[in-house]
């Protein structure tokens, strides 16, 4: 028998302790591992809520939320806070820690426990798991996204050539950027070796992101002091355990681009970047090509799956094979005004039609 929970946890080293001894013995991204939950783990939880689910006396789930108050009911955001600029930090392949063999069974557990006291906000999981939420309670689609990937693992078995499993128009835009851009020298890839060159990389980065995000009139993601503390702050706590990879990605003396990416179990997940598009002829696209030769660098290495995470860019899904999808989503039981409401307005926009 399943038995769940909910406390105000006040001791986040024991708990990352438990956390991680659960992490041992299941499934999980990197997003639901304690490098990343517990990365400043007081201020993006300021009203902690923590579900635990236990089975012949074993943890075999465990949930952190932040709790918002509202009326009638309030809110648990699963993974995050429910506030900006928090959740601008965007989290994915999210959900309870959960024991992967009775998934499901525990999930739905922990959902209905929880979802009896509030309304829940789940960010960025999976397919399968909103198929199991919808078992216990009902739900209200905000955002359907796909993750783009590539499957390391499958190209090496197919002779390890990225390139011939492009569409022909992807490879020559590839090919002639590469080419373009290697006249400053040969194209490398460099692995920031210690926490200080990843860090001094990381500001690197944020000028490139900036730059280019500025150029389009948008703030960029580090225009919010709390992104790039917050990614300082996790590069101290995940570069000792090879999780975090800082790419430079250079043309001889000349950097490309900068990749920021998380590697955990086998797959790497293209978080963020910074590419150099000032001044470059037209047919030189950084992007594809600090991508392309950052997929070669991890072909060579013990990776299976290169994510470039929730998104529907055009230069994601060129350089793909495939895709997972992750839903956002509020959830909670049918009676719920917010999510009676939440159905209501979502019945109405699939039946309105543009005139």
């Known amino acids: 028998m399943i038995t769940v929970t909910l406390t105000r946890p006040t001791d986040f080293e024991a708990l990352g302790e438990r956390w991680r001894a659960l992490e041992a013995r299941t499934e999980v991204s990197f997003f639901q591992s304690w490098t990343w939950m517990g990365c400043l783990v007081t201020e993006r939880f300021p009203d902690p809520v923590l579900l635990e689910a236990t089975e012949a006396g074993q943890t075999v789930g465990l949930a952190l939320c932040n709790h918002r108050p509202g009326f009638p009911r309030g809110r648990l955001a699963f993974g995050e806070t429910g506030m900006a600029p928090f959740d601008d930090l965007f989290i994915e392949h999210n959900g309870p820690l959960v024991l992967a063999e009775r998934r499901a069974a525990i999930l739905q557990a922990m959902i209905a426990a929880a979802a009896s006291r509030y309304d829940l906000i789940l960010s960025g999981i999976s397919g399968a798991d909103r198929t199991a939420l919808e078992a216990v309670c009902r739900i ?27 569409a022909a128009n992807t490879r020559q835009q590839i090919r002639r950027s590469d080419r373009v851009l290697s006249a400053a020298g040969d194209i490398a890839v460099t692995r920031a070796a210690t926490e200080a060159e ?49 790419l430079r990605v250079s043309a001889g003396p000349h950097t490309i681009g900068v990749l920021y990416n998380f590697r955990h179990r086998g797959r790497v997940l293209a978080y963020q970047s910074g590419f150099d598009y000032a001044g470059g002829p037209r047919s030189a696209k950084p992007g594809m090509t600090s991508h392309h030769h950052a997929i070669r660098y991890y072909m060579t290495q013990a990776v299976d799956i290169y994510d470039f995470l929730a998104g529907d860019d055009r230069y994601k899904r060129s350089l793909a094979d495939r895709d997972e999808g992750l839903h956002w989503l509020l959830a909670g039981p049918a009676w719920s005004p917010r999510v009676a409401a939440g159905r209501a307005r979502a019945w109405v926009r699939r039946r309105v039609r543009p005139v």
């Open 140 to 166: 209200v689609p905000h955002r359907h996204l796909p993750a783009p990937l590539v499957d390391l693992a499958s190209m090496r078995r197919d002779g390890g050539d990225y390139l011939a499993r492009r």
């Open 198 to 246: 990843a860090s001094a990389w990381l500001e690197d980065m944020a000028v490139l992101h900036q730059a280019t995000w500025i150029a389009r009139g948008r703030p960029g993601c580090f225009a919010q002091p709390f992104f790039g503390r917050f990614h300082h702050a996790l590069i101290q706590r995940g570069m000792a355990r090879a999780e975090i990879d800082l």
